[in-house]
C-alpha cells in the first residue's frame, strides 16, 4: 500500500513522494508529473510564480525597447489629463484650475489628446511588425493561422471586457458611498446596449452626441482598436506582396479618413477639438 504526498514547488512540476520509501529509511522517490491545465490557471494568481516574471529586465531577440518608454509617457500623460478633466467636473479649487489653464506649460494638459493617438501607434505598429515578421519567414500563412489571429485576439480582450462590463455597467453603484453614489444601478446605456460591446460597435451603434445611449463610454478606444486590427491585414498583406499596391492604398484611406472626418464633423456640428 502507498500513500501519496503532493508538494507545490516553485516549477511547473508536481512531486509525487512515496510514503514507503520514507518509512523503509531509504531517499523518497520522487516523480516529477508535469501540472494540469486547471493547477497552470490557478498558479497565475500565486505571486510567487508571477513576482519572477513581473520583475524580469532580460531582454529577448526581437523587441522593440522604446514602445516600454512610450507606454510609461503616454499612460502618465492619460492619466493626468483624466485628472485634472474630473478637477473641472466639479470636485476642482477651481482659483488654482484657472491660473494653471493660463500657463503654457498647461497646454499639455488641456490638449491631452493626442495621448489617446500614440496607443493606436503603437497596436498599429506591434500589428503591422509582427505580421510582417511572421510573413517574412514563412511566405504565408495557413488558413487555420488566420483564424487564430482573430480568434486569439478577441478571447483576449472580451474575457476581461465582460468582467469590466458587469461591475461598472450592472454592479458599481454596489462600491460607491458618499455625494456622487449615482442614483441608478449601473450605466443605464448597458441595460439595453451592453451586447455592442461584445461586438465591439459601441463606437458606432448606438451613438447619441451626448454618449449616453453607450454602456462603458470609455471602451471606444476598444473598438475602434479592434476595428484597425480587424482590417489591417488588407493593408499589410499587398504590403508585403505589391509595395507598390500597399503604399496606394494605405494613401488612398489616409486622404479618405481625413475626408470623413471633416463631413462629419460639418454635417453635425462637431467640435473641432473633441
Not at 30 to 36: A, R
Not at 261 to 272: F, G, K, Q, R
Request: charged content about 10%; overall charge neutral; some cysteine.
Amino acid at each position: 500500500w502507498l500513500s501519496i504526498l503532493r508538494v507545490s514547488t516553485p516549477g511547473d512540476k508536481t512531486v509525487l513522494v512515496s510514503e514507503e520509501g520514507i518509512q523503509s529509511g531509504g531517499t523518497p522517490n520522487k516523480q516529477h508529473v508535469p501540472d494540469s491545465k486547471l493547477d497552470r490557471l490557478i498558479k497565475c494568481f500565486a505571486l510567487q510564480d508571477t513576482l519572477s516574471d513581473l520583475t524580469n529586465t532580460n531582454v529577448k531577440s526581437g523587441q522593440v525597447l522604446c514602445l516600454n518608454g512610450i507606454r510609461v509617457l503616454s499612460i502618465n500623460w492619460v492619466v493626468l489629463g483624466h485628472t485634472y478633466m474630473y478637477f473641472l467636473g466639479g470636485n476642482a479649487d477651481f482659483g488654482y484650475v484657472g491660473e494653471a489653464i493660463q500657463r503654457h506649460s498647461f497646454d499639455t494638459i488641456s490638449n491631452g489628446l493626442p495621448s489617446v493617438d500614440t496607443f493606436f501607434a503603437l497596436s498599429g505598429f506591434l500589428v503591422a511588425y509582427l505580421l510582417l515578421k511572421q510573413l517574412t519567414k514563412k511566405g504565408h500563412l495557413a488558413p487555420f493561422e488566420w483564424i487564430a489571429y482573430y480568434v486569439h485576439r478577441y478571447i483576449r480582450l472580451t474575457v476581461p471586457f465582460l468582467m469590466v462590463i458587469l461591475i461598472e455597467g450592472f454592479c458599481y453603484q454596489v462600491w460607491f458611498t458618499g455625494p456622487q453614489k449615482p442614483e441608478t444601478q449601473g450605466i443605464p446605456g448597458c441595460h439595453k446596449s451592453w451586447w455592442t460591446n461584445l461586438l465591439y460597435i459601441q463606437n458606432l451603434y448606438p451613438w447619441t452626441p451626448d454618449g449616453t445611449s453607450q454602456c462603458v463610454g470609455q471602451a471606444w478606444y476598444l473598438a475602434n482598436d479592434m476595428q484597425f486590427y480587424i482590417i489591417a491585414p488588407f493593408f499589410i498583406l499587398p504590403l508585403f506582396y505589391k509595395p507598390r499596391l500597399g503604399g496606394f492604398l494605405l494613401t488612398g484611406a489616409v486622404v479618405a479618413s481625413a475626408i470623413t472626418s471633416a463631413v462629419l464633423t460639418y454635417h453635425n456640428n462637431l467640435s473641432l477639438i473633441y
